[in-house]
T-cell receptor
Framework: RKEVEQDPGPFNVPEGATVAFNCTYS??????FFWYRQDCRKEPKLLMS???SGNEDGRFTAQLNRASQYISLLIRDSKLSDSATYLC???????????FGTGTSLTVIP | DGGITQSPKYLFRKEGQNVTLSCEQNLNHDAMYWYRQDPGQGLRLIYYSQIVNDLQKGDIAEGYSVSREKKESFPLTVTSAQKNPTAFYLC?????????????FGQGTRLTVV
């Protein structure tokens, strides 16, 4: 079983729509969780960390459900510039390894 | 500015040749990582290092070698034993030491075997 699993999509949504991505992880001892954004042919960049209490950054909301071992990312009022691949990342029990999902592709359509 | 630098950005290699990809960071991070990404695929871990002189195999270490003689530097050698080396290679670093902080990435090296 993969450490981190994501729906690869693609998600094609109109501007202004709300879109949600989910991700599950297999190791219940995982310590920290992140969402990264990767643009075509570029390196991944941190979008936001995910905390147990949930956290929000503008139009983006991330949530963690430890009991069910999944994390989510909600994007409200989608912009054309949100088009990218979103990677779910889990830091292992020792804190020294990162496990990446395969990424979810989002295209926001005018 | 602090960051992580990979070079070169593009690299072409003939079959049967070894090639070394450079990765340097000035973030004072203990842990460094090498990933490989193929088109439409996720990141796969090749090697990582938790501290100077520590080398740990990842999921796809065969055909690759690394060294960590200095904290700032973590070069990756793609050897002729790697059967399908054409890919996008990403180097990353993090604070390490069991601290749950994020990873920072270099801009990547796109390797093509010709």
């Amino acid at each position: 079983r993969k450490e981190v699993e994501q729906d690869p999509g693609p998600f094609n949504v109109p501007e202004g729509a709300t879109v949600a991505f989910n991700c599950t992880y297999s190791n219940s001892a995982s310590q920290s969780f992140f969402w990264y954004r990767q643009d075509c042919r570029k390196e991944p960049k941190l979008l936001m960390s995910v905390y147990s209490s949930g956290n929000e950054d503008g139009r983006f909301t991330a949530q963690l459900n430890r009991a069910s071992q999944y994390i989510s990312l909600l994007i409200r009022d989608s912009k054309l510039s949100d088009s990218a691949t979103y990677l779910c990342v889990v830091n292992g029990r020792t804190g020294n390894q990162f496990y990446f999902g395969t990424g979810t592709s989002l295209t926001v359509i005018p | 500015d602090g960051g992580i630098t990979q070079s070169p950005k593009y690299l072409f290699r003939k079959e049967g040749q070894n090639v070394t990809l450079s990765c340097e960071q000035n973030l004072n991070h203990d842990a460094m990582y090498w990933y490989r990404q193929d088109p439409g695929q996720g990141l796969r871990l090749i090697y990582y290092s938790q501290i100077v002189n520590d080398l740990q195999k990842g999921d796809i270490a065969e055909g690759y070698s690394v060294s960590r003689e200095k904290k700032e530097s973590f070069p990756l050698t793609v050897t002729s034993a790697q059967k399908n080396p054409t890919a996008f290679y990403l180097c990353a670093s993090s604070m390490g030491g069991g601290r749950s902080t994020e990873a920072f990435f270099g801009q990547g090296t796109r390797l093509t075997v010709v």
